[in-house]
């Protein structure tokens, strides 16, 4: 009978000290930031509590655009002058992914100053078509030749980053912050150029590839968090 007893309480104390237990655990908390100035990106929050977890944050970027240069060039004494006319069409674009921890380095009320850090990679890509129209006269005997002018660049980037971020909380689902980061690894950059005569009477290309290390400072960026 007493050994029932004491049973029974030891398992009541137990049940009680791990319901105890468990309202003492954070909360975990799963949120997504949306970069909005000075650079887009969105990152992903999740698997942690209010003090540390994990983020994915992806970066991207994608512009085009295209127009038209005219230059001139004389020379007085010797009769010389160029006129160059350029149209030109330019498209770029580049991602970047920078898996993270991170973790609450102060949390007073509305404010949190987090930071963390994590591998970096990021791959560009770039390419300009710029059709030229070139006359020269010289002695007052002119030539002209037009040509396309071709650059592509592809870019590779593997390294490590830290990021440092104020964020203010709005209400319990929303917030807005400022953030830093600082980037640095290995740079795999590999750039073709060619000449081509409309003509088809003259080619010429040349290719670069070069391998460097790096360090950035990206600009303070503004965005909003969500929670839920």
Known sequence: MFKRIALFVFVSISTIFAQEQLKELPKYRQGVDFYLINGYGIAY???GCTNAGYRIEADFSLSFSDGKTENKTESISSSYSVDENNNYDSFSYYIR???QMYFSLYSGGRVSINYGFGPLLKYSHSKIVSDVER?????????????TVTRKDNDYYLGAGLFVNVEGKITENISIYAESQLGGGKAWEYSDYSEDSVSGDSHYTTKTDTYRWFLSLENIRFGVSLYF
């Open 45 to 47: 929050k999740f698997g």
């Open 97 to 99: 992914i920078f898996p």
């Open 135 to 147: 006359t020269a006269i010289y002695s007052g005997s002119a030539s002209s030749n037009s040509y």
